[in-house]
């Protein structure tokens, strides 16, 4: 894959692994910092922290994400409230 976080090359392998073309469209979620660095550095769409991970409010205030959850069960039910529509 290239390079760990907080480079973007994992998160674009994935993205051309999968057939994606357009960054702005990919969404990427983590529980740290490092996560977050990645994401959008990688310029994904949106960038979102997991707030039952490893690092707390705080540290990913730091890196600066687009949103925020709870918790990774939120994501399936919040997504369409919290992020843009990006079709």
Sequence with gaps: ??????FP???LTALV????????AMATV??????????????AGV???VLTGA????????????HFLNSITDLASNHDQTWPDLT
Excluded: I, Q, W
């Design 30 to 43: 983590g529980d740290t910092a490092y996560d977050m660095s990645a994401g959008l550095a990688s310029g």
């Design 1 to 6: 894959v290239g390079r760990g976080r907080p």
């Design 17 to 24: 692994r999968l057939g994606g073309t357009d960054v702005r």
């Design 47 to 49: 960038v979102c922290g």
């Design 9 to 11: 090359d994992l998160n």
């Design 55 to 66: 690092h707390a409010l705080r540290k990913f205030a730091e890196a600066v994400p687009h």
